[in-house]
Structure formats: C-alpha cells, structure tokens
C-alpha cells in the first residue's frame, strides 16, 4: 500500500539549532515530493517540492531537502531554527504520472516547537 | 487573486444534520481535492475531482458526497452528520501539469456534537 511516514511526531528545539525531520515512503513508481508547513491557525503552505533532477532542493526560507531514491527518504533540513519555525510540517508524496490525478498522501505530521 | 476559499470557516452541527462546504479557486485548475486533518493523522483525501462533471472516491470517502458542477467550484455534502466527522476540512487545487503542486484553503472547522 502507499503511505508516507515521519519519524518524528514532536520535535523540541533551542533557536540556532539545526533540524532535520525524516521522512520515508512506499509508493510504485515515479513520485514527486513535497513538504508542506502549517503555521499556527494557518493553511498548508509548500515548503519545497522535488520532480527531478538535483536530489538536493531548496525551498523558502532557509530549509532544503534530499532525495535519496535507494532510501525511499525525503529529509527536511534547517542548519538553524528561528522560533517562528514553530509548526506542523508534513511530507507528502504523489506520483508523477499525469493520469493519477495528482493526489497526495501524507505523512502524520511533525509539530515542531523552538523555544526562544 | 484569492487562490482557494472556503466557506464557511467554522460551523457546530448536531448529529443527524446536514450541510455543504464550498470551495472556490481562481486559478483555472482544473483538479480539486477536499482532505480532512486529525491531530496525528496528517490529511486524509476523502474526494477528488479532475474535471468539470468529475469526481472521485479517495481514502476516506463515507459518510460524505460531493459535486463539481463548475470547474472552480467544489462543493462537499455531509447528508447526516456524525461526531466521527468532528474534523478541519481543506480544499485544494492544481493544474493538470506536473509536478502537481497543490494549493490549499484556509480551512473549515466543523464540530458534531
């Protein structure tokens, strides 16, 4: 079955520390992955997405994640967390074939708490 | 550009009621999802949409039906709401065009009692 899975369900940091939230999936086929952040109160907003090419990406405001095929693993990393990084972020996962109809599947969630 | 709105934002039901959530989107996409959030859950898809006069079962699709008569509006029926669908309701959208990058709603927070 396809799923998506985070390892961490609570995550307590200091400012200035770094962060890396994993992420691991099972799903057939070509994917596309994504890591969506919802702030407090908020909607999802993306964070970064990969569909090819660098395994590497970047996204919005400092945070980047690798794809590692062998591994099955989409981990998002931050060298250094500021307390308005506190939220809930989510990995999901889609395939890349046109006629899947872009659905996604998510992860739990990781609630990520950095104290000032 | 508003994106993707959602009405209502919040709303109390007792069981047994019903009521419609409507989605809206400018963005001409032609794929609408609605997903339900549980605290440790994550979001579970329970329609989609891939077309105007489309729609599709997801993961978690009973209890709940939904139409798309307009391509930029979504519209998700609860026929006899139950406590089970106590839950934040999200809608989103994309295009037909990879890498499927979907935009979300604010959210609508519904309690059955």
């Known amino acids: 079955a396809q799923s998506v899975s985070q390892h961490n369900h609570h995550v307590i940091l200091s400012e200035a520390a770094s962060l890396e939230l994993g992420c691991n999936y099972s799903?057939?086929?070509?994917?596309?992955l994504f890591w969506y952040v919802q702030y407090p109160g908020q909607h999802l907003q993306l964070l970064l997405k990969?569909?090819?090419?660098?395994?590497l990406v970047k996204g919005i405001k400092g945070f980047e994640a690798e794809f590692i095929k062998s591994k099955f693993s989409f981990n998002l990393r931050k060298p250094s967390v500021q307390w308005s990084d506190t939220a809930e972020y989510f990995c999901?996962?889609?395939?890349?074939?046109?006629?899947?109809?872009?659905?996604?599947?998510f992860g739990q969630g990781t609630e990520l708490s950095v104290k000032p | 550009n508003a994106g993707v709105t959602q009405t209502p934002k919040f709303r109390v039901l007792k069981t047994g009621q019903s009521m419609t959530l409507l989605c809206a989107q400018d963005?001409?996409?032609?794929?609408m999802y609605w997903y339900r959030q549980d605290p440790g859950m994550g979001l579970r898809l329970i329609h989609y949409?891939?077309?105007?006069?489309?729609?599709a079962k997801g993961e978690v699709p009973d209890g709940y039906n939904v139409s798309r008569l307009k391509k930029q509006n979504f519209l998700l029926g609860l026929e006899s709401a139950a406590p089970s669908q106590t839950s934040v309701y999200f809608c989103?959208?994309?295009?037909?065009?990879?890498?499927?990058?979907?935009?979300f709603g604010p959210g609508t927070r519904l309690t059955v009692t």
């Open positions: 989103a959208s994309t295009r037909t065009s990879g890498p499927y990058e979907q935009y």
């Open positions: 799903y057939g086929g070509t994917v596309n």
């Open positions: 990969y569909f090819s090419g660098d395994p």
């Open positions: 999901a996962v889609s395939s890349s074939f046109y006629n899947q109809g872009g659905k996604l599947i």
């Open positions: 963005m001409n996409h032609e794929y």
């Open positions: 949409s891939v077309g105007e006069g489309t729609t």
